[in-house]
């Protein structure tokens, strides 16, 4: 037995198209312990979102071709399974959630027979026993009135609301692990925080393991147990959330928890990172931060890429001259 | 607020009915000194002149024509909700409804046909050359389609007619000219019917077919990149019930409009393969009809067509409404 | 003051063929738009040359050859039961067609880029009343309110280019409108608005750009469209009789027995003008719209891109990837 429910070795997705081949993850190492919230931050085109779908094997050959040294779920290999083989862990051991839930569901079924699908095909529950069960979960997300809304249509329900039934549609089969792509960018941040409470407490509740893609960085310091830190398809650090915040390693860390607006009591500048994301066609030579870091005096940034290195306590970074600064706590 | 969509429809549809009618009223009223002289019925032979001066004042007192054109108007819109669309300037002098309504259903027997054909051939094939995006069957198709388009039903009829008919006789190239009389419902007569249909719906049909299939596929490949189908999928759902519950169900919402409209164009496209075939359909009864300057017939036949290309279209939006349940909130996709 | 006057007329006809020649080029890239373009090129050199191409004059009685002969060296595709050569003939009927085709289908361009402008833009009343009535011409069936329309005014090709574009436009009018709306509600249009640009400046100078590509692409398609019509309304031996056209041999073909004679070249060859002028605008059509909305198709050639992959080289990259990583160290568990 294994305590690691996910466990992913050199992930590596390229997409050839016809004005050259898009490398959107060169070989990433990933890891998720049993119900234990893990976070992969990064801007857009970093290569979370397909990297997301490549733990749970949904990308299609063709346009997109992937290889893993080792991808384990729940100690077992899955590298080669087959189709069908998957569609048994998907939806009931594994599941996800994706960012828009008004275009995440069908708009022409209603949202209860949505959920009544995971209980009656994959659990084999009757139709009334699903039904029953679906109402269920829609309260247990805090949806109200949850009979009422098991009849409605996606687009008749609230941003927040919807974003709940997903969520419980997602829930309904006891997963063990649950994969969270951007689930709170739509929305308000009231809701936002309403709704990262739940996963909090659907993970407590089942000892879930939860994995969280996102861009925001106050989302991962409120839920999330460890942070992977993503750049052009690399990772480029990784460590126990705490640590990550409080001692970053990385250049591209530091600037993106400088770019955090923070209530304070001097008022600061914006701090930016300067220049844009490397285009996915034209990575730069050597380290693909190097154009953007303010830390690069060393000639070997411009060659070569740092592999990821252990700093002990959880922590790796991928850089040459890793950050040794203490990042104060009101900064 | 539900059936605020279906009542707007139904109202619109009686505007653009009342429209078309009135429409139907005025064209073969213009042009001319005498509008009436149109609806004289011609001059047979062995009529004598004082016979046909008493036609002439039937006709007039028929139509109205001596009366106002408002009245003209009410009595046309007063003869058309009783059924009444005039009278033929045939023999016997039929009433124009009554040549409609036994003719009709030899061209629905080709127009229906062809629907059904194209549509469901058709959209089989589109989801297949969807699955099979980039091979063979796809490539095939969207090669064909360009073809396709560029040879109008008719030439594919007369080849067909030509070569299948009348160089290998497999089945007739020209309709059977006693079809019509000798049906009696019986097996023997509805197989001989078959066999005069074949080549013009298969005439008919390719066109059709081709069309269903590209805007299947293009529907699906669209709908199969939606973020719902991905979720079906992380949901582990088998690939059928992906396909036919989720996919298929949004994918085939525009080719049901699609297929309403189908019969509308149809109707009026049978006119020319009719005469391909020497099929007595409503088209020929047009065509004699223009032939013979039998106005009451030729208008008569004009409305009929204009109010089921009216019908078709309600039905395909109410259809649209049933199916798809954005509609009833009042927002349109 | 005469040279800004002629520097404004100029100016946009400048920019017009300047975009013309751009898109003609693009055309010309494409594999399907290049096609299409030898074929129009083609085409309509034997329209206007047709003297000088045909061996015969087919409308002069006096060389008439033998009847109802098979294609042989004097008469390359046969002669029709009156010894008509029918190369000749093909190459006359280049004339009516591809004329009529690119007249109308300018004219319905215009008017349906005008009123759907007009309509899209200026919004309620103008838009509703607009609409209705193109609702109202949808409904009518084409073929035979045309049949219905050169009865009653004649069968002279002004005439039939006339009722062709009064019933054409209606199409295109709603799908230019729909367009106008989503860019009326650009910023570009917004911020040209509050600068206080009248209506008219804004319908040309900013909406009627937008519009243009869909027309472009729309006129090569309808010029497709109104060949098809004048063929099949010819073949129904209710077109003009003054020129040879196409449809009309198909008609003089059947009606003269050429499917029970055999004379397979008399059908044959017209059906392949039509195949061809048909092909040649569609063509232009098919590319234009590919070109200016790239979508459907160009994405299976990522399909063809993995093909011409080689196994080894995908290793290779992913081995770049590793090498990196396995310097520090793998994780050791």
Redesign the interface.
Same mark, same amino acid.
């Given at each position: 037995m294994t305590d690691k429910i996910l466990k992913i070795?050199?992930l590596?997705v390229?997409f050839?198209?016809?004005r050259g081949?898009v490398?959107a993850v060169?070989?990433i190492?990933f !890891?998720v312990y049993k119900g234990e919230c893990v976070a992969i931050v990064g801007e857009s085109g970093c290569g979370k979102s397909v990297s997301s779908l490549a733990f749970?094997r949904?990308l299609q050959?063709?346009?997109a =071709?992937v290889?893993t040294?080792v991808h384990e779920f729940d100690g077992v290999d899955i590298r080669n399974y087959s !189709?069908k083989q998957?569609?048994? =862990?998907?939806?009931?051991k594994m599941?996800?959630i994706?960012q !828009?839930a008004l275009?995440?569901?069908?708009?022409?079924?209603k949202v209860g027979k949505q959920i009544d699908?995971?209980y009656i095909?994959?659990l084999g529950y009757s139709k009334s026993e699903a039904k029953i069960a679906s109402i269920e979960i829609l309260r247990l997300v805090g949806v109200p009135s949850p009979e009422k809304r098991y009849n409605d249509?996606p687009?008749?329900l609230s941003g927040g609301m919807r974003q709940r039934a997903?969520i419980g549609?997602s829930f309904a089969s006891d997963p063990k692990l649950m994969i969270a792509d951007e689930p709170t960018t739509a929305l308000d941040v009231t809701i936002e925080a309403q709704i990262l409470q739940l996963l909090k407490d659907l993970q407590k509740k089942n000892d879930m393991a939860l994995v969280l893609i996102t861009h925001d960085l106050s989302v991962v310091r409120r839920v999330a147990d460890r942070v992977y830190v993503m750049y052009c398809g690399k990772i480029v650090e990784e460590g126990p959330t705490k640590d990550v915040f409080r001692n970053p390693k990385h250049p591209y860390t530091l600037g993106l928890i400088n770019s955090m607006p923070k209530i304070g009591t001097e008022k600061q500048e914006f701090t930016q990172i300067p220049d844009n994301v490397p285009h996915p066609l034209h990575k730069p030579d050597g380290c693909y931060f190097r154009p953007r870091c303010s830390n690069t005096d060393v000639t070997i940034c411009k060659n070569?890429?740092?592999?990821?290195? !252990?700093l002990g306590g959880g922590q790796r970074v991928r850089c040459w001259n890793p950050l040794k600064n203490k990042v104060g706590g009101d900064k | 607020m539900k059936f605020d969509y279906v009542i707007k429809r139904i109202s619109h549809t009686i505007l653009i009915f009342l429209a078309v009618v009135t429409i139907n009223f005025f064209i073969p009223r213009i042009g001319n000194d005498d509008p009436a002289s149109r609806y004289y019925p011609p001059q047979i032979g062995t009529m004598t002149d004082e016979e046909y001066d008493e036609i002439k004042a039937l006709t007039r007192e028929q139509y109205g024509f001596d009366k106002s054109p408002v009245e003209q108007y009410l009595i046309y819109v007063k003869n058309l909700l009783s059924g009444d669309l005039g009278n033929s300037f045939q023999p016997g002098r039929p009433k124009v409804m009554k040549l409609i309504t036994e003719r009709l259903p030899w061209t629905l027997v080709l127009s229906l046909s062809t629907m059904m054909i194209s549509s469901i051939v058709g959209i089989m094939y589109g989801t297949f050359a969807a699955k099979k995006r980039g091979r063979l069957p796809d490539t095939l198709l969207l090669a064909s389609s360009t073809l396709l388009t560029a040879l109008p039903a008719f030439i594919i009829a007369l080849i067909l007619s030509m070569i299948i008919g009348f160089e290998l006789e497999w089945l007739p190239g020209y309709a059977d000219p006693s079809m019509m009389t000798a049906f009696d419902w019986s097996f023997e007569q509805i197989l001989n019917v078959i066999r005069n249909a074949t080549l013009p719906v298969i005439s008919m049909s390719i066109g059709g077919i081709v069309g269903y299939a590209v805007s299947t596929r293009n529907s699906v490949i669209v709908v199969s990149s939606d973020d719902y189908i991905l979720t079906a999928r992380a949901k582990g759902l088998s690939n059928g019930r992906i396909l036919y519950r989720h996919t298929l169900t949004n994918a085939l919402l525009p080719i049901v409009t699609r297929f309403m409209m189908g019969l509308s164009a149809l109707i009026g496209g049978a006119v020319v393969i009719e005469k391909v075939f020497n099929w007595n359909g409503m088209g020929t009864l047009f065509i004699n009809a223009n032939l013979q300057n039998d106005y009451p017939l030729m208008m008569g036949v004009m409305l009929f067509l204009s109010s089921i290309a009216l019908l078709a279209n309600l039905t395909a939006d109410l259809l649209y409404f049933v199916l798809d349940p954005r509609i009833m909130d009042g927002g349109r996709r | 003051m005469n040279n800004t006057m002629t520097k404004k007329i100029l100016n946009p006809i400048i920019n017009f063929l300047q975009t013309i020649g751009g898109i003609i080029k693009k055309t010309w890239n494409h594999k399907k738009g290049r096609i299409g373009l030898i074929l129009v090129v083609l085409l309509a050199l034997t329209a206007i040359f047709a003297p000088l191409i045909a061996p015969y004059d087919p409308y002069d009685v006096l060389q008439r050859g033998e009847r109802g002969v098979g294609p042989s060296l004097d008469h390359l595709l046969g002669t029709t039961s009156f010894g008509q050569d029918i190369f000749s003939m093909l190459v006359y009927g280049a004339r009516v067609s591809m004329t009529i085709g690119i007249i109308t289908a300018i004219l319905i361009s215009f008017t349906g880029a005008i009123i759907g402008i007009a309509a899209g833009y200026l919004g309620k009343l103008p838009d509703a009343v607009i609409m209705r009535i193109v609702d109202v011409m949808l409904v009518i069936p084409t073929l035979p309110i045309t049949i219905v329309l050169t009865n009653l005014f004649g069968k002279s090709y002004p005439m039939l280019i006339f009722i062709f574009t009064l019933f054409g436009w209606a199409g295109l009018s709603r799908v230019v409108r729909s367009q106008v709306l989503t860019i009326k509600n650009t910023n570009y249009v917004k911020s040209a608005e509050l600068f206080g640009g009248s209506k008219w400046y804004i319908m040309t100078k900013h909406i009627l750009p937008g519009v243009s590509n869909q027309l472009i692409m729309n006129t090569a398609m309808t010029a497709a469209g109104v060949m098809i019509a004048e063929a099949g309304l010819s073949f129904l031996g209710l077109g003009n009789t003054e020129f040879i056209s196409w449809g009309k041999m198909l008609a003089d073909a059947q009606s003269s027995g050429a499917f029970i004679l055999g004379y397979w070249w008399w059908i044959l060859a017209p059906a392949l003008g039509i195949f061809l002028s048909v092909s040649s605008y569609m063509l232009i059509g098919f590319s234009l719209e590919e070109i200016f909305n790239p979508r459907m198709s160009s994405n299976s050639s990522q399909f063809k891109v993995l093909k011409t992959l080689s196994g080894k080289y995908i290793q290779e990259l992913f081995d770049e990837m590793e090498t990196i990583d396995n310097q520090g160290g793998e994780h050791n568990d």
């Amino acid at each position: 037995m294994t305590d690691k429910i996910l466990k992913i070795r050199s992930l590596k997705v390229i997409f050839p198209t016809e004005r050259g081949i898009v490398k959107a993850v060169e070989g990433i190492d990933f !890891d998720v312990y049993k119900g234990e919230c893990v976070a992969i931050v990064g801007e857009s085109g970093c290569g979370k979102s397909v990297s997301s779908l490549a733990f749970m094997r949904l990308l299609q050959t063709p346009p997109a =071709i992937v290889d893993t040294k080792v991808h384990e779920f729940d100690g077992v290999d899955i590298r080669n399974y087959s !189709d069908k083989q998957m569609k048994n =862990i998907l939806g009931t051991k594994m599941t996800m959630i994706f960012q !828009d839930a008004l275009s995440a569901l069908n708009p022409v079924i209603k949202v209860g027979k949505q959920i009544d699908e995971i209980y009656i095909k994959k659990l084999g529950y009757s139709k009334s026993e699903a039904k029953i069960a679906s109402i269920e979960i829609l309260r247990l997300v805090g949806v109200p009135s949850p009979e009422k809304r098991y009849n409605d249509y996606p687009h008749q329900l609230s941003g927040g609301m919807r974003q709940r039934a997903l969520i419980g549609m997602s829930f309904a089969s006891d997963p063990k692990l649950m994969i969270a792509d951007e689930p709170t960018t739509a929305l308000d941040v009231t809701i936002e925080a309403q709704i990262l409470q739940l996963l909090k407490d659907l993970q407590k509740k089942n000892d879930m393991a939860l994995v969280l893609i996102t861009h925001d960085l106050s989302v991962v310091r409120r839920v999330a147990d460890r942070v992977y830190v993503m750049y052009c398809g690399k990772i480029v650090e990784e460590g126990p959330t705490k640590d990550v915040f409080r001692n970053p390693k990385h250049p591209y860390t530091l600037g993106l928890i400088n770019s955090m607006p923070k209530i304070g009591t001097e008022k600061q500048e914006f701090t930016q990172i300067p220049d844009n994301v490397p285009h996915p066609l034209h990575k730069p030579d050597g380290c693909y931060f190097r154009p953007r870091c303010s830390n690069t005096d060393v000639t070997i940034c411009k060659n070569c890429m740092s592999p990821l290195v !252990d700093l002990g306590g959880g922590q790796r970074v991928r850089c040459w001259n890793p950050l040794k600064n203490k990042v104060g706590g009101d900064k | 607020m539900k059936f605020d969509y279906v009542i707007k429809r139904i109202s619109h549809t009686i505007l653009i009915f009342l429209a078309v009618v009135t429409i139907n009223f005025f064209i073969p009223r213009i042009g001319n000194d005498d509008p009436a002289s149109r609806y004289y019925p011609p001059q047979i032979g062995t009529m004598t002149d004082e016979e046909y001066d008493e036609i002439k004042a039937l006709t007039r007192e028929q139509y109205g024509f001596d009366k106002s054109p408002v009245e003209q108007y009410l009595i046309y819109v007063k003869n058309l909700l009783s059924g009444d669309l005039g009278n033929s300037f045939q023999p016997g002098r039929p009433k124009v409804m009554k040549l409609i309504t036994e003719r009709l259903p030899w061209t629905l027997v080709l127009s229906l046909s062809t629907m059904m054909i194209s549509s469901i051939v058709g959209i089989m094939y589109g989801t297949f050359a969807a699955k099979k995006r980039g091979r063979l069957p796809d490539t095939l198709l969207l090669a064909s389609s360009t073809l396709l388009t560029a040879l109008p039903a008719f030439i594919i009829a007369l080849i067909l007619s030509m070569i299948i008919g009348f160089e290998l006789e497999w089945l007739p190239g020209y309709a059977d000219p006693s079809m019509m009389t000798a049906f009696d419902w019986s097996f023997e007569q509805i197989l001989n019917v078959i066999r005069n249909a074949t080549l013009p719906v298969i005439s008919m049909s390719i066109g059709g077919i081709v069309g269903y299939a590209v805007s299947t596929r293009n529907s699906v490949i669209v709908v199969s990149s939606d973020d719902y189908i991905l979720t079906a999928r992380a949901k582990g759902l088998s690939n059928g019930r992906i396909l036919y519950r989720h996919t298929l169900t949004n994918a085939l919402l525009p080719i049901v409009t699609r297929f309403m409209m189908g019969l509308s164009a149809l109707i009026g496209g049978a006119v020319v393969i009719e005469k391909v075939f020497n099929w007595n359909g409503m088209g020929t009864l047009f065509i004699n009809a223009n032939l013979q300057n039998d106005y009451p017939l030729m208008m008569g036949v004009m409305l009929f067509l204009s109010s089921i290309a009216l019908l078709a279209n309600l039905t395909a939006d109410l259809l649209y409404f049933v199916l798809d349940p954005r509609i009833m909130d009042g927002g349109r996709r | 003051m005469n040279n800004t006057m002629t520097k404004k007329i100029l100016n946009p006809i400048i920019n017009f063929l300047q975009t013309i020649g751009g898109i003609i080029k693009k055309t010309w890239n494409h594999k399907k738009g290049r096609i299409g373009l030898i074929l129009v090129v083609l085409l309509a050199l034997t329209a206007i040359f047709a003297p000088l191409i045909a061996p015969y004059d087919p409308y002069d009685v006096l060389q008439r050859g033998e009847r109802g002969v098979g294609p042989s060296l004097d008469h390359l595709l046969g002669t029709t039961s009156f010894g008509q050569d029918i190369f000749s003939m093909l190459v006359y009927g280049a004339r009516v067609s591809m004329t009529i085709g690119i007249i109308t289908a300018i004219l319905i361009s215009f008017t349906g880029a005008i009123i759907g402008i007009a309509a899209g833009y200026l919004g309620k009343l103008p838009d509703a009343v607009i609409m209705r009535i193109v609702d109202v011409m949808l409904v009518i069936p084409t073929l035979p309110i045309t049949i219905v329309l050169t009865n009653l005014f004649g069968k002279s090709y002004p005439m039939l280019i006339f009722i062709f574009t009064l019933f054409g436009w209606a199409g295109l009018s709603r799908v230019v409108r729909s367009q106008v709306l989503t860019i009326k509600n650009t910023n570009y249009v917004k911020s040209a608005e509050l600068f206080g640009g009248s209506k008219w400046y804004i319908m040309t100078k900013h909406i009627l750009p937008g519009v243009s590509n869909q027309l472009i692409m729309n006129t090569a398609m309808t010029a497709a469209g109104v060949m098809i019509a004048e063929a099949g309304l010819s073949f129904l031996g209710l077109g003009n009789t003054e020129f040879i056209s196409w449809g009309k041999m198909l008609a003089d073909a059947q009606s003269s027995g050429a499917f029970i004679l055999g004379y397979w070249w008399w059908i044959l060859a017209p059906a392949l003008g039509i195949f061809l002028s048909v092909s040649s605008y569609m063509l232009i059509g098919f590319s234009l719209e590919e070109i200016f909305n790239p979508r459907m198709s160009s994405n299976s050639s990522q399909f063809k891109v993995l093909k011409t992959l080689s196994g080894k080289y995908i290793q290779e990259l992913f081995d770049e990837m590793e090498t990196i990583d396995n310097q520090g160290g793998e994780h050791n568990d």
